[in-house]
């Protein structure tokens, strides 16, 4: 059995077995306007950023980083495979970026409802014990927690 060792070698072996509709959502309705070859490239650049995005760095609160267990970085992994063309970082990655900058900086209250909610959606029972469960948020409070999310998301794919 062969081992991918590099982002590299793993884009190589995936441009020569492509099929240019296989990992695209249907709602793609230009796609088969284009041409074949300019198919060929859109989707290999589409793959491109999904696999970058897989394996882009995690995003924490710098000085910090000793506190992202190896379980939480796994839980990233598998919160990015399930969705590798997503343009944000999900809410697993926002709630371990608020968990790193916790420890440094006071949160003001939109930021504290922010993690207590993202924390009580993956430790419910844990958000429960020490009293501070939330089942939602308001408007103001997703809409930051959706920047966020896209900040991480940037950061990420220009950090290479």
Known sequence: ?????????????TESCVSTKLFFPSSLL????????EQDDYAIDELKKGIKRIFAPIIMFTGYEGLVT??????ITMERLASPYSDEAGDYEALVY????SVAVPFSREWREIYTYLFSKYYPEKAR???VYREEIGELENHRLVGLKKWIYKQQMTER
């Open 30 to 37: 230009f796609f088969d306007r284009m041409k074949k070859d």
């Open 129 to 131: 014990t020490i009293g």
């Open 70 to 75: 190896n379980d939480m970085q796994a839980k």
């Open 98 to 101: 608020l968990h790193t900058a």
């Open 1 to 13: 059995m062969q081992t991918i060792t590099s982002l590299i070698e793993l884009t190589a072996i």
